[in-house]
T-cell receptor, first 111, second 110 residues
């Protein structure tokens, strides 16, 4: 009964480093999304996917890449980390786009 | 991108009081959702509304989908300390990704 699993829970990066935030779901959900949460800004959509092999940009996609090779996994890649990417990142999944379930988040600090 | 206006931004209430918060949009949605986020956790779905005018309850929580399809409110009755957290509204058109409000931070004073 894992739901949506995000790893790592915490990460500190130096400016310019790259890394991948992992997201996996075991509910056979077609839809998956990545959001970032900043103080006073709510949750803003970075990228989303409606099925394996299909991805699209959200509101704040710059500096991030995604791919969806399997139904279960939707990794988020930071190509060259910047301090502005310091945030809490949430992955979410849903069946047919309704009633999204969220992971517990990855807290990223870029120094 | 689309923006939802959620108010109030924060609330301090006494235990046992009722709470009301709302969300408005400049565009219509056909689904409204209310989430709660506890510290250090991801948002958890509280109530989903799928029809204009719909009024739905979940225990002490009641939410309504506005008839204009541009607003929704959430009421919490007889608040308790574990109601503390951030409440988010989210709107959805079809099965597009959710658009979130900026949240209402609720503090309950025992």
């Amino acid at each position: 009964n894992a739901g949506v699993t995000q790893t790592p829970k915490f990460q500190v990066l130096k400016t310019g480093q790259s890394m991948t935030l992992q997201c996996a779901q075991d509910m056979n959900h077609e839809y998956m999304s990545w959001y970032r949460q900043d103080p006073g800004m709510g949750l803003r959509l970075i990228h989303y996917s409606v099925g394996a092999g299909i991805t699209d940009q959200g509101e704040v996609p710059n500096g991030y890449n995604v791919s969806r090779s399997t139904t279960e996994d939707f990794p988020l890649r930071l190509l060259s980390a910047a301090p502005s990417q310091t945030s809490v990142y949430f992955c979410a999944s849903s069946s047919r786009g309704y009633g999204y379930t969220f992971g517990s988040g990855t807290r990223l600090t870029v120094v | 991108g689309q923006q939802l206006n959620q108010s109030p931004q924060s609330m301090f209430i006494q235990e046992g009081e009722d709470v009301s918060m709302n969300c408005t949009s400049s565009s219509i949605f056909n689904t409204w959702l209310w989430y709660k986020q506890d510290p250090g956790e991801g948002p958890v779905l509280l109530i989903a509304l799928y029809k204009a005018g719909e009024l739905t309850s979940n225990g002490r929580l009641t939410a309504q989908f506005g008839i204009t399809r541009k607003d929704s409110f959430l009421n919490i009755s007889a608040s308790i300390p574990s109601d503390v957290g951030i409440y988010f509204c989210a709107g959805q058109l079809g099965n597009t990704p959710l658009v979130f409000g900026k949240g209402t931070r609720l503090s309950v004073i025992a």
